[in-house]
């Protein structure tokens, strides 16, 4: 059964950081292309950042450029984003996304909250 699990959420202060991790049960998890979304309440999930299979070449939205990093080990089946410089708007629920031919698997997200 294919499943993505995320970790790393909390709590933390204006200009701290996170490391969130996504692991994912499922097969030929180097194929696919990993995504981390984010939704704030009351808006729209968003897109956060995304990895390639191979993972030579990252996207990130606009909000997060210099500031979060996407990666991941294709041996522990497991994608991260690394979040520096952490502002209020980064708040929310984060979730990560595995998609092959069209297919999406989606995890339960984990909260991020940015608090003084």
């Not at 522990?76 to 520096?84: A, F, G, H, R, S």
Request: proline letters at 3%; glycine letters at 10%.
């Amino acid at each position: 059964q294919t499943q993505l699990v995320e970790s790393g959420g909390g709590l933390v202060q204006p200009g701290g950081s996170l490391r969130l991790s996504c692991a994912a049960s499922i097969s030929s998890f180097s194929m696919y292309t990993m995504s981390w979304y984010r939704q704030a309440p009351g808006k729209e999930r968003e897109l956060v950042a995304v990895i390639p299979p191979g993972g030579s070449t990252t996207t990130y939205a606009d909000s997060v450029k210099g500031r979060f990093t996407i990666s991941r080990d294709n041996a522990k089946n497991t994608v991260y984003l690394q979040m520096t410089s952490l502002k209020f708007e980064d708040a929310g629920v984060y979730y990560c996304k595995a998609r092959r031919r069209l297919v999406d698997y989606w995890g339960q997200g984990t909260q991020v909250t940015v608090s003084s």
